[in-house]
């Protein structure tokens, strides 16, 4: 057999298998439309992404992927699939903080799939407000970045919301510097998240030392102001330059390797368990001696892992102060259940934020 022969034969070969692919597609969507039948038949009217179900999907496939494909970029492509299937059944919307191209944006596709339905939203309370009052079916929100800490804004609509956490997404951050100008040294200002700003301090004093820096509430809104404006440059994602059809400047700006940010996904529903998850806690001590002490010694005394507690003003008294607490596992897990008991006990009030998948990708 002949090179092209055989080259041809392979084709063919992929031609029969696309075949398949696509009528087992068409087969996956017809029964995520029988199961959304089945919903509403029974009286049920709500959104059909179930997080801990997807969770659980995602782990299967990579643990049985046998290549040559990456486990992770199967499991990708999986989430696709499932985003498809799911706007068969019913559209989701999904807030994130916006604008267009922001990093919250690629977090919010990255969890839910190209399918989703995003609403971009200027602040982080107004995603909270979008999906308190029922306009958004999830949000997504930064809450932590690896290089400069907590989101502070996030936590603090923790306090005064119903809403839970439903999710996680992890993502590696790279910054790059857009601007309508061609040359680094036409520019004299740079707009950025305040974040944004402070991962690439080091960066940009070294070169752009006499350059005005400007906190704007999104680095997509600074791409967006930016692409009216001489003599200006904005830290932002790669896409936000095709977006606003800015310039690259520079790439790759942040000064740590591996500057990740986690954001997570707020809903109003609770999360079943999946096999691999995290609850999240509100807590507020009581003004005694010893009162942080008697919040975690039950979690201690449980053998329950935690992974994160940070304290923020309560709002409600001067030196008054609330705790978040991630821990490892769901809260209807036995162990977990009667640690939280013992703490409500010792707290003046516990809140469980929500029990939720780990990410999986």
């Not at 704007?216 to 930016?226: D, H, I, M, P, W």
């Not at 936000?240 to 310039?247: M, S």
């Amino acid at each position: 057999m002949s090179e092209k022969q055989a080259l041809q034969a392979i084709r063919q070969r992929i031609d029969d298998i696309d075949l398949q692919v696509q009528a087992l597609l068409n087969q996956r969507a017809e029964m995520a439309q029988e199961v959304a039948r089945i919903k509403i038949a029974n009286g049920e009217q709500t959104d059909f992404y179930r997080p801990e179900r997807e969770a659980m999907v995602l782990r299967q496939v990579m643990e049985r992927n046998q290549g040559p494909l990456d486990a992770k970029e199967v499991a990708r492509l999986f989430r696709e699939i499932m985003s498809a299937c799911l706007a068969a059944e019913k559209p989701l919307q999904v807030a994130y903080l916006g604008p267009e191209g922001s990093f919250t944006q690629a977090a919010t596709l990255k969890q839910f799939g190209g399918s989703v339905d995003p609403k971009p939203l200027s602040t982080i309370a107004d995603v909270f407000h979008e999906v308190e009052v029922g306009n958004a079916s999830y949000g997504v929100v930064p809450v932590e970045n690896s290089t400069e800490g907590m989101v502070t804004h996030t936590l603090d609509e923790f306090i005064n919301t119903p809403l839970k956490i439903n999710g996680e997404v992890s993502l590696r951050i790279h910054h790059y510097l857009l601007s309508k100008e061609t040359q680094l040294t036409n520019v004299k200002k740079i707009y950025g998240h305040p974040q944004a700003l402070a991962q690439c301090r080091q960066w940009l004093a070294t070169h752009c030392a006499g350059c005005e820096q400007i906190p704007v509430s999104s680095n997509s809104e600074a791409a967006r102001k930016v692409a009216g404006e001489a003599s200006a440059a904005a830290i932002a994602a790669n896409r936000a330059a095709e977006i606003y059809q800015l310039e690259t400047l520079a790439s790759n700006i942040e000064d740590e390797a591996d500057n990740t940010t986690r954001f997570l996904v707020i809903g109003r529903q609770d999360i079943g368990p999946s096999g691999q998850d995290k609850t999240a806690l509100l807590v507020s001590t009581k003004n005694q001696p010893g009162a942080l002490h008697s919040l975690l010694e039950p979690l201690a005394k449980s053998g329950i892992t935690m992974s994160r507690i940070e304290s923020r003003p309560s709002r409600k008294g001067v030196w008054e102060y609330v705790f978040f607490i991630d821990i490892e596992g769901h809260n209807n897990d036995a162990e977990i259940a009667m640690a939280l008991d013992k703490l409500e006990q010792a707290s003046s009030m516990c809140r469980v934020l929500g029990s939720y998948p780990k990410a999986v990708l």
